[in-house]
């Protein structure tokens, strides 16, 4: 993985729900390799998003100091800060692509860090916006099964030659 790959903030508490153990693991496999190549981006906003959602609304939720550790984790991807360009970007990728205001911050924050794949569970799987692809978690999902199967990795890049 060289490009640069957008995680929303449905990956990362995934990866910390126990609630769908195959879209725990597929989210723990992403978000491990995109530690790994150095190519992992998110923004300040799923940050706050994450800590109240898995301290809060999951099936177990976690300590505030567990949240807080995984943050830390997860802080040491690319960290986008949305600033007033960013704003009124996303206002203009709304409107062009008729899609929710969030849904644009997270397609502006993704072009900002020069990301050509964002993973997300709200966006259409396969659409293309602005110069970023998405996948959607529960396509990453099958994807994951059948590569298991066949004793593949799965390619985080959404490319995948498993059956």
């Not at 725990?24 to 190549?37: E, F, G, P, S």
């Not at 062009?96 to 050509?116: H, R």
């Given at each position: ?21 195959k879209?725990?693991r ?110 959607h ?27």
């Amino acid at each position: 993985m060289s490009d640069n790959v957008f995680l929303d903030t449905n990956v990362l508490v995934c990866a910390n729900d126990t609630a769908e153990p195959k879209k725990q693991r597929t989210a723990r496999t992403l978000i491990k390799d995109v530690l790994h190549a150095g190519n992992g981006v998110i923004s300040v906003q799923f940050l706050r998003e994450f800590r109240v959602t898995v301290t809060r609304k999951i099936h177990k939720p976690l300590s505030v100091s567990m949240a807080r550790q995984e943050a830390e984790l997860f802080g040491l991807m690319t960290v986008v800060d949305l600033d007033s360009i960013l704003f009124f970007d996303a206002l203009r990728v709304q409107q062009l692509y008729q899609i929710s205001y969030w849904d644009a911050q997270i397609v502006v924050a993704a072009e900002s860090a020069g990301c050509t794949t964002l993973y997300s569970e709200d966006l259409n799987a396969g659409q293309e916006y602005a110069k970023v692809m998405t996948f959607h978690m529960r396509l990453l999902c099958r994807r994951y099964s059948r590569c298991m199967d066949a004793g593949r990795a799965v390619p985080a890049n959404g490319a995948s030659s498993c059956p």
